[in-house]
């Protein structure tokens, strides 16, 4: 009985020093200001988006595309911000179809889009450069009101 608890221990104190591990190395590939935004980022995904996209960003098959690695994490940021603020649906995303409809979220502010992204770019295995405030502002106002 007590080795079991003593097990338990070890394996709960050996996930936290992973998860602390990768939180790390997200930290160390990104510039300051970068790192407090992935950090507000995880909690607008933990709000708004991983009910769809899933805590580890694969998405549900048929329904809610990955966020993992796709022409859309990967390409030019006014396409993913525009995603973001105007929803999506019935395109198709790297050659697979999906049914469900993202909605818009164009209620969140500048910072929080921006967060979001940055956090998305930088979790799941991606790593690409932050999405800032300014691009952001930059393509919601050429956006259709
Ligand atoms: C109600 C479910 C739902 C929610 C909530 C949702 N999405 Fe989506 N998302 C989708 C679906 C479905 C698509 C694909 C739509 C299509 O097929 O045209 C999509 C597409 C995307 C894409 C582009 C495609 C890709 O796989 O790269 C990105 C980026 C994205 N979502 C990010 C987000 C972010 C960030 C949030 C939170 C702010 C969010 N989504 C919230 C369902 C959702």
Do not use: W
Not at 24 to 45: N, R, W
Not at 116 to 137: E, I, M, Q
Not at 138 to 145: E, G, I, M, Q, W
């Amino acid at each position: 009985m007590r080795k079991n608890i003593l097990m338990a221990g070890t394996m709960v104190l050996l996930a936290v020093t992973v998860i602390a591990q990768q939180k790390k190395q997200i930290h160390k590939t990104l510039p300051v200001t970068a790192k407090s935004s992935v950090a507000a980022g995880e909690d607008v995904y933990t709000q708004f988006c991983v009910s769809c996209h899933l805590p580890d960003g694969g998405g549900v098959e048929n329904m809610n595309p990955p966020l993992i690695n796709t022409s859309y994490i990967n390409g030019d940021k006014a396409r993913i911000i525009t995603t973001v603020l105007n929803g999506m649906s019935q395109q198709e995303i790297d050659g697979e179809r999906y049914n469900n409809v993202m909605p818009a979220f164009n209620y969140l502010t500048d910072k929080q889009v921006a967060d979001v992204l940055t956090f998305v770019r930088n979790s799941f295995g991606n790593k690409k450069p932050a999405v800032t405030v300014a691009d952001v502002k930059a393509t919601r106002v050429k956006l259709v009101k």
